[in-house]
């Protein structure tokens, strides 16, 4: 008789969303800026467009994140985290821009950041991918 592996708990399963839909919003913009570099008249197509194939590879990290916590691969928790982590930076950067038109898009950043960071550090996603708390042994 084969042992019936455990349910993802849910908690990890959102974290893994958070992570992918940072994804797939970081590459989906570096298409757009591509393609308007490409394609479009921005003041600079250059920069557009190694803007965009940065922003595309930028999209990868977390992509490769959240399907490795889908997996339960404990590797995927430090690529997940560094994602959230540096989406505070626009977030604030956001949040401080001169365009009160902005300010609403900070705050969804910093708002799916927090939420990321919450998930993927929670006790529930530290034992699903199988880390070990600091302290107990080794």
Do not use: C, D, F
């Amino acid at each position: 008789m084969s042992a019936e592996p455990t349910p993802r708990p849910n908690r990890l399963t959102a974290a893994a969303a958070v992570s992918g839909v940072e994804g797939v919003v970081l590459a989906g913009y570096g298409v757009y800026l591509l393609v308007m570099g490409l394609l479009g008249s921005p003041e600079s197509p250059t920069q557009a467009e190694m803007g965009g194939l940065t922003l595309i590879a930028l999209g990868a990290l977390p992509l490769i994140a959240a399907r490795g916590l889908l997996m339960r691969k404990s590797w995927a928790r430090g690529p997940a985290l560094i994602t959230h982590l540096m989406a505070l930076i626009p977030a604030w950067t956001l949040l401080r821009a001169e365009s009160q038109a902005l300010i609403p898009v900070g705050i969804a950043v910093a708002v799916v950041a927090v939420a990321g960071l919450v998930l993927v550090v929670s006790r529930e996603t530290t034992e699903a991918l199988g880390i070990r708390p600091p302290g107990n042994g080794g």
